[in-house]
């Protein structure tokens, strides 16, 4: 828990949605989410006036993913924006279709959508896009003691270990697992 803070106004919130969905045929829907708000009006020059509690940016990315993790479909929309040229941002979008999300994704994010070739809202957006999908598609993936198996403790090994601190590979999280794996080899 933070700790109190001093006396405050309110200026800004943003909010950042990501849901994780198994479709019937298979494939997985990640959704995020992203709305601005000011707690005060101003003048904008593109929309003429924002009032207090209107989104200053709402938008919304979808990618369509298999369990393999690859992008088979991408989906972009600036709703509200300060700029009216913004929706036009998303255009390139596209050209995530095919790639997989794995360690280096956000690299390519950049690559692909950085700079003038896209929106840094949306390239943070599919920077959470990974990790929500991450939360929904491997988690789906069982570690109980009885159903771990070698590929699972490898998946483990390759995409978590020293990535933060309770995946440190001299850690308890992961030794746990790999303590549940030999007990299941010496077992069978």
Known sequence: MLSKPAKRDLRHRRRLIGNGYKREDGLWDIEVMLTD??????????????????????????????????IVDIEASINESPYSICPAAVDNCHLLKGEFVKPGFNKKVLK?????????????????????????????VSLEENNITLENLTYIKEKFV???????????????????????????
């Open 37 to 70: 708000k000011k707690t005060y009006s101003f003048n904008n020059q593109d929309r003429g006036y924002i009032a207090a509690g209107e989104a200053l940016h709402d938008m919304a990315i979808r990618l369509t993913m298999t369990s393999k993790n690859e």
């Open 112 to 140: 692909v959508l950085g700079g003038a070739k896209g929106c840094r809202h949306i390239s943070d957006m599919l920077a959470y896009a990974a990790t929500v999908s991450f939360q929904t598609i491997h988690h789906d």
């Open 162 to 188: 020293d990535s933060c601190y309770a995946y440190r590979e001299d850690g308890e999280v992961y030794n746990h697992y790999k303590e549940m794996f030999e007990r299941k080899v010496q077992n069978s």
